[in-house]
């Protein structure tokens, strides 16, 4: 998210632009091939419950939407235990005292390959990068992660009461799996709010960051760097206060569609066909991906609420971030790259102003017909990007960075 919303002012609007940033065991993991699932879910059939969804159904329809993937991976939900050692944040504190997973998938690699590992945005969940594991994974050691709350992660009572805690919460998870896999010296990827979440972590742990790769990030204006005109007369009305009582309420989209109960996966549907089919920037999606793809997002967003719950603490109604990444660039430690979708609704101007305060390399790479959703809308672009940002990883000569930009691609 960014400081610029669309003009349109209804909840309907609102809740799309949202969605698109947006939309057991004691032992330390517990692996499966190729995505089975060990989750328990509700013991109602699913045509009785009126949220038709469970953890088991999240885990088999990630299952069936990587069918169209052609790399063998493994799926593993990581036990990051109940809380960080030390930790005086209870950032995991819930009706239940049961350790907490990571749900991970690991692709097959090649020998030596630089590992990549993948953080989804808000809303979303790793298997929104299905059009990009293959590709990715012929050149790196290719990781991918549910954020702790989304997707077929462990999704515990969210009671943050600060962005302090909030940011901690994703942080120190984050990091609680970094150390049950026992990586370092790895490139991280996040898109959208999981751009965020990749900054953030990389600014308190860049000891283990070789790399980062910010993909339409949120969070670098806050609402005194940017102000809008026209946000600031649309607050001031009826609507606008209407707006900003449910973004303090902490009202998500993903509550429309629990709401809607069996209707709900109607709802994804027509958002997925038109964002992903007559509204796409890019290479629309065919029917098949289309299909596994709603059933996918239905599934992810209709579970329980929790990581969804970080949003009035991170973001003020504007989607301005309440501690933007702005104002910490002068203290970035890791060499990055900026990804933008040239129809982006995330501004790359952000990055521009952070790279006049950054101490170590940074590019800005925008992608040709790609929207926020870069990786779906032109995957072949977002691929070389991708390859280019970590070109010294890949080639023989670490030394040499005069590998030319990608025909197509566009350096700002």
């Known amino acids: 998210m960014n400081g610029r919303w669309s003009t349109s002012s209804s909840l309907s609007v609102i809740a799309r632009r949202m969605a698109e940033e947006i939309s057991g065991s004691s032992s330390s993991s517990q692996a499966h091939v190729v995505g089975s699932s060990s989750a328990t879910g509700s013991r109602w059939p699913t045509l009785l419950r009126w949220i038709p969804t469970s953890t088991d159904h999240i885990i088999a329809s990630e299952k069936r939407l990587l069918s169209l993937v052609k790399t063998a991976y493994v799926q593993e939900q990581v036990n990051i235990g109940s809380g960080p050692p030390g930790s005086k944040v209870r950032w995991f504190r819930s009706s239940s005292d049961q350790p907490r997973f990571i749900n991970t998938i690991t692709f097959d690699s090649k020998e030596n390959s630089p590992t990549l590992v993948m953080v989804h945005g808000y809303a979303a969940s790793q298997g929104f990068f299905f059009r990009n594991f293959d590709a990715l994974a012929s050149r790196f050691r290719v990781i991918a ?160 609420a929790s990581g969804e719950l970080c949003l009035k603490y991170i973001f003020s109604f504007g989607a301005f971030a309440r501690q933007p990444l702005l104002h910490s660039a002068s203290e970035w430690k890791v060499p990055t790259t900026f990804i ?17 305060q950054m101490k170590v390399p940074c590019e800005i790479i925008r992608v040709p017909k790609a929207g926020h959703f870069v990786f779906i809308d032109n995957p072949s672009g977002f691929h070389s990007a991708v390859f280019h940002a970590c070109r010294r990883y890949l080639s023989m000569d670490q030394d040499d960075e005069s590998e030319p930009l990608p025909d197509g691609l566009t350096a700002v």
């Open 145 to 304: 992660i549910d954020q702790i709350g989304w997707g077929g992660s462990s999704r515990p009572d969210f009671t943050c009461k600060s962005t302090e805690e909030t940011e901690a919460w994703f942080i120190d998870s984050l990091e609680e799996w970094r150390k049950a896999k026992n990586l370092s010296n790895f490139i991280l990827l996040g898109h959208s709010f999981g751009g965020y979440v990749a900054a953030k972590y990389a600014l308190k742990h860049p000891e283990h960051i070789k790399h980062l790769i910010l993909v339409g990030p949120a969070g670098f204006s806050s609402e005194s760097d940017n102000k809008s005109e026209w946000l600031t007369k649309f607050r001031a009305s009826w609507k606008g206060v209407i707006m900003n009582h449910l973004w303090e309420s902490n009202f998500t989209p993903q509550k429309i569609i629990r709401g809607l109960g069996p209707w709900g996966p109607d709802l994804v549907r027509k958002y997925t066909t038109a964002r992903f089919g007559m509204y796409s920037t890019g290479d629309i999606l065919n029917e098949e991906e289309s299909r596994l793809l709603t059933d996918y997002v239905y599934h992810t967003l209709a579970a329980k």
């Open 340 to 356: 933008y979708g040239y129809q982006d609704w995330m501004e790359y101007q952000g990055a521009q102003k952070a790279r006049k």
